[in-house]
T-cell receptor
């Protein structure tokens, strides 16, 4: 069985602060994918990143960066210099690689991020 | 291009009734997945369809069913509604097999309230 744990239920920061969202996962699969999605108030989830279990390189995209550590089963997400528009619910997710499970993700409970001006 | 469209956006039903939700994927996408989102259970996978065939099914009772049509539009049905079925039902499409696994494009959801 797969499991994703986001320990932080809510985080509140002031604009321009850096914030890190934690994600820990459990899986018996040898190959898998990890994801981060953002859910703004409108409701639709927006894909942010996918990481293959074979690729432990960290990734940076603008103000966003992701740290994948297979040894600790963690895939943390950092927003640098946060902005009010970053306020949303962020979900970490996991799926097995291969097969036909393209659309079947196991999501964490989500972290509500509020960025105050 | 147009995103994933879900209808209706909001609906209220009473216990025992049934409901049908509709999802139109992004043009060209042949895979549709459905998720249930509740405050208590979070986001839970319901089922996934590809080319009119159900590929995966989550751990939900048989009251939850779905189908996909030849134009890739999908519907899900919940029969004999219970209070616990109140949730946001999200549909997502993907361009598999040519697209990247797990890169899903979500609609804004159908919010179901069961009284």
């Amino acid at each position: 069985a797969q499991k994703v744990t986001q320990a932080q239920t809510e985080i509140s920061v002031v604009e321009k602060e850096d914030v890190t969202l934690d994600c820990v996962y459990e899986t018996r699969d040898t190959t898998y994918y990890l994801f981060w999605y953002k859910q703004p108030p409108s409701g639709e989830l927006v894909f942010l990143i996918r990481r293959n279990s074979f690729d432990e390189q960290n990734e940076i995209s603008g103000r966003y960066s992701w740290n994948f550590q297979k040894s600790t089963s963690s895939f943390n997400f950092t927003i640098t210099a946060s902005q009010v528009v970053d306020s949303a619910v962020y979900f970490c997710a996991l799926s097995p690689a291969g097969g036909t499970s393209y659309g079947k993700l196991t999501f964490g409970q989500g972290t509500i991020l509020t960025v105050h001006p | 291009k147009a995103g994933v469209t879900q209808t209706p956006r909001y609906l209220i039903k009473t216990r025992g009734q049934q409901v049908t939700l509709s999802c139109s994927p992004i043009s060209g996408h042949r895979s549709v997945s459905w998720y249930q989102q509740t405050p208590g259970q979070g986001l839970q996978f319901l089922f996934e369809y590809f080319s009119e065939t159900q590929r995966n099914k989550g751990n939900f009772p048989g009251r939850f069913s779905g189908r996909q049509f030849s134009n890739s539009r999908s519907e899900m049905n919940v029969s004999t509604l219970e209070l616990g079925d109140s949730a946001l039902y999200l549909c997502a499409s993907s361009s598999q097999p040519t697209g990247h696994p797990g890169e899903l494009f979500f609609g804004e959801g159908s919010r179901l309230t069961v009284l």
